[in-house]
């Protein structure tokens, strides 16, 4: 998997500012079509 840069340092899967899922799932955040990074959200998130 690509190294992913996360500064959520509350997630489970943050080591040392990169994400360590196994799987990344992001979504859109309640909207029909996302044009700016706001309007979306990683579903991956796992709190410590």
Known sequence: MAQ???T???????????CSAPM???TRNHIQSATK???????T???K
Not at 8 to 18: A, G, I, P, S
Not at 37 to 43: D, V, Y
């Open 8 to 18: 959520v340092t509350e997630c489970n899967y943050n080591k040392d500012v990169l």
């Open 45 to 47: 998130f796992k709190k």
């Open 37 to 43: 990074s706001e309007q979306t959200k990683c579903e």
């Open 24 to 26: 990344i799932e992001v």
């Open 4 to 6: 992913i840069k996360c």
